[in-house]
């Protein structure tokens, strides 16, 4: 079945430590998203990639990177620089009709 | 600036009657208009989507409407389930967004009670 997996389900960080959330899609989609949920809070993007190799910034994407290498992959690594990191992230991709979403990560500081 | 506003924030209805979930959206230049459903600690499932030409569309027990010129869309479901418990999110994607980004709204969360 096509779809978007994101791994793991559950993650701890530390303070200091840097962190990566996987995001596969076998969809064959160009466009891939980062977004963030708060509780209570809408969905904030984080970052955007349209094409591979290539990637933009979204409304809050301060403390976060990411990369895009392959078409199906578009990792997100939140660093020590994200001060408030605890959140429900959730992964994206787009065909240009509409988004399927991943089933998401909870990360939580320890 | 988009901005997109579900109100109720939470809403609780007897099993059998019909919901009425509402969505409001700021700027009228909008691509399509999207429903999702989200069910506690998952991702999101793809409802509805309402192209930015379309009035209305249609899935078993659920209808959404667009009203572009209001900056409305209404999503229905009729003769309500437990099952349908969950929160719902409404999103647009702006004509003039770069990378056909979405802007949500809040959601509204949905108890039917048995």
């Known amino acids: 079945d096509g779809g978007i997996t994101q791994s793991p389900k559950y993650l701890f960080r530390k303070e200091g430590q840097n962190v990566t959330l996987s995001c596969e899609q076998n969809l064959n989609h160009d466009a891939m998203y980062w977004y963030r949920q708060d509780p209570g809070q809408g969905l904030r993007l984080i970052y955007y990639s349209q094409i591979v190799n290539d990637f933009q910034k979204g409304d809050i994407a301060e403390g976060y990177s990411v990369s895009r290498e392959k078409k199906e992959s578009f990792p997100l690594t939140v660093t020590s620089a994200q001060k408030n990191p605890t959140a429900f992230y959730l992964c994206a991709s787009n065909s240009g009709y509409g988004y399927t979403f991943g089933s998401g990560t909870r990360l939580t500081v320890v | 600036k988009q901005e997109v506003t579900q109100i109720p924030a939470a809403l609780s209805v007897p099993e059998g009657e019909n919901l009425v979930l509402n969505c409001s959206f700021t700027?009228?230049?909008?691509?399509?208009l999207q429903w999702f459903r989200q069910d506690p600690g998952k991702g999101l499932t793809s409802l509805l989507l309402i192209q930015s030409s379309q009035r209305e569309q249609t899935s078993g027990r659920l209808n959404a409407s667009l009203d572009k010129s209001s900056g409305r869309s209404t999503l229905y479901i009729a003769a309500s389930q437990p099952g349908d418990s969950a929160t719902y999110l409404c999103?647009?994607?702006?004509?003039?967004?770069?990378?056909?980004?979405?802007?949500f709204g809040g959601g509204t969360r949905v108890l039917v009670k048995p």
């Open positions: 700027d009228s230049a909008i691509y399509n």
């Open positions: 999103a647009v994607k702006e004509l003039k967004a770069a990378g056909n980004k979405l802007t």
